[in-house]
């Protein structure tokens, strides 16, 4: 089975702070995505990572970057924490073979901007 | 970024009932997936879809890739109460690795 292990399910961090969030697969997998998921928005990307030091914004970047620095690791950095930036972060790994694609998600963090 | 169209939006069923749901796209898709996402967990993959006119069981739950390309159908059978949540379906078009998600499907399930 595919795993995707993502540091904290729940984290509260206060508005300036820096905010890292990491994310583990298991599976060997070149591709993996940040989300962030609202109400009413549905899940949005933030940044994605075809290889090792390899990055590609997504359709919500600002206030956020991200780290590549092992294949099986890609972390989220909130650089200074705002309050609109409080949602439920998911981390995805994706398989792809020819025109084949599957994406497995991680267990999702709650973060709390206050 | 573009989202599916996944109708419908909710549904409130009986246990014991079939459910049905299905997602649009303006797009051709090569791959179709779809989730389930239980409150306050990540979403988890139900079936994947690699062929127009697929037809893939898994389970009580049974997805179909339409021959357009373009939509797909998830059916659950004889629903039970942990089929409650919210359903996904993806859309992939095999030329990168981005994923378009449908805007979900809420489920709830009464005894």
């Known amino acids: 089975d595919v795993k995707v292990t993502q540091s904290s399910r729940y984290l509260v961090k206060r508005t300036g702070e820096k905010v890292f969030l990491e994310c583990v697969q298991d599976?060997?997998?070149?591709?993996m995505f940040w989300y962030r998921q609202d109400p009413g928005l549905g899940l949005r990307l933030i940044y994605f990572s075809y290889d090792v030091k390899m990055k590609e914004k997504g359709d919500i970047p600002e206030g956020y970057s991200v780290s590549r620095e092992k294949k099986e690791r890609f972390s989220l950095i909130l650089e200074s924490a705002s309050t609109n930036q409080t949602s439920m972060y998911l981390c995805?790994?994706?398989?792809?073979?020819?025109?084949?694609?599957?994406?497995?998600f991680g267990q999702g963090t709650r973060l709390t901007v206050v | 970024g573009q989202q599916l169209n996944q109708s419908p939006q909710s549904m409130f069923i009986q246990e014991g009932e079939d459910v049905s749901m299905n997602c649009t796209s303006s797009?051709?898709?090569?791959?179709w997936l779809w989730y389930k996402q239980d409150p306050g967990e990540g979403p988890v993959l139900l079936i994947a879809l690699y062929k127009a006119g697929e037809l893939t069981s898994n389970g009580r739950l049974t997805a179909q890739f339409g021959i357009t390309r373009k939509d797909s159908f998830l059916n659950i059978s004889a629903s039970i109460p942990s089929d409650v949540g919210i359903y996904f379906c993806?859309?992939?078009?095999?030329?990168?690795?981005?994923?378009?998600f449908g805007t979900g499907t809420r489920l709830q399930v009464t005894l």
């Open positions: 995805a790994s994706i398989w792809r073979t020819g025109w084949n694609t599957e994406a497995f």
């Open positions: 599976m060997d997998h070149e591709n």
């Open positions: 797009s051709i898709f090569n791959t």
């Open positions: 993806a859309g992939n078009t095999g030329t990168a690795s981005k994923l378009t």
